[in-house]
């Protein structure tokens, strides 16, 4: 499965620009909080597949709902992206399953995320991104699954900036 984000990491610049304009921000300003975001968005995101939750007998949140935190996430770490004026390679993904749990995607998610924190490069977020992707792979999301969704969560950013949210 190949990705090309150049067309949402547009799409991103111009909702970013949106935010900053509307709340006094930029990207120098925001790093710290836009990672804290991803990392909150990864964690409604598990919380939501109930993947860890070993005590409990409750099913999986929709596939709509997961969907839409992942869109929420992917909107964090596309911004992220920006934030540290990287060039996202297109990303290519094995069709081959591995031995991963999807507890084990997750924590691989926060693994490579806080490894970026602690020594940003463009490798370090491309790996926490290729994570984000395998997760995604594993839920059983397909690349125009998670576009859809991503343009979905979009249109309702513009909206909650648009209202003042």
């Known amino acids: 499965m190949e990705f090309d984000f150049e067309t949402l990491l547009l799409k991103q610049k111009e909702l970013d620009a949106n935010i900053h304009q509307n709340h006094g921000v930029n990207y120098e300003t925001t790093k710290s909080r836009r990672l804290l975001a991803y990392l909150v968005e990864l ?5 939501a597949t109930k993947t860890f939750k ?21 909107h964090f770490i596309l911004s992220l992206v920006l934030a540290y004026d990287y060039e996202l390679p297109i990303f290519s993904l094995s069709d081959e399953g591995d031995d991963d749990t999807l507890t084990d995607k997750f924590t691989h998610c926060y693994q490579s995320i806080v490894k970026f924190s602690e020594t940003p490069s463009s ?23 998670i576009f ?6 979009l249109m309702i950013n513009y909206q909650r900036q648009n209202s003042k949210y």
């Open 148 to 153: 859809n969704a991503y343009e979905n969560k």
């Open 54 to 74: 070993f005590w409990s007998l409750k099913p999986s949140e929709s596939r709509e709902r997961l969907l839409d935190e992942y869109a929420d996430g992917l």
């Open 123 to 145: 490798s370090q977020l491309f790996q926490a991104f290729s994570d984000f992707l395998a997760l995604g792979q594993a839920l059983s999301f397909t690349s125009q699954d």
């Open 43 to 47: 964690g409604e995101l598990a919380n």
